[in-house]
């Protein structure tokens, strides 16, 4: 069993898609163990996005990112990582594959409606920064 970490970003929390946006993992076979809704501080996004630090996007990323409420979700099940991302389709909205959610719910490459980790590792680390041990269900 593997975890990821999952952002509905503001454009999509904004636009009432969270429940979608969930079922759609769900039925992807991936289970919720963590799930919060927050708005992220300057201070957090920026930290979040650290490796960003530097870019031409990075300050539009941060402001977009702290413009609403976000919903954080720790997802766990085979291929985590991979079937998430899948399910999320291409970064580029416009390249993203018919019936994912970035085709379904994006309004641009940085309104793209979710974030996802990019490797177990990241997960590991993305899922830390949202979400303490006690945040986390284990069945």
């Known amino acids: 069993m593997e975890r990821t970490l999952c952002l509905v970003k503001p454009n999509a929390t904004a636009k009432n898609h969270i429940g979608e946006i969930i079922a759609r993992f769900e039925k992807k076979g991936l289970a919720v163990r963590g799930l919060k809704m927050l708005r992220l501080t300057k201070t957090q996004a920026e930290a979040f996005y650290a490796v960003h630090h530097g870019k031409p996007f990075f300050a539009d990323l941060v402001d977009f990112m702290t413009s609403g409420t976000i919903v954080a979700m720790l997802l766990e ?25 970035r085709k379904d719910f994006a309004d641009s490459m940085t309104a793209n409606a979710v974030h996802g980790s990019d490797s177990p590792e990241n997960a590991a680390i993305e899922g830390a920064f949202f979400f303490s041990k006690a945040e986390v269900t284990l069945l």
């Open 77 to 101: 099940g085979d291929n985590a990582v991979k079937l998430a991302r899948e399910t999320m389709g291409a970064t580029d909205p416009a390249k993203a594959a018919e019936g994912t959610i």
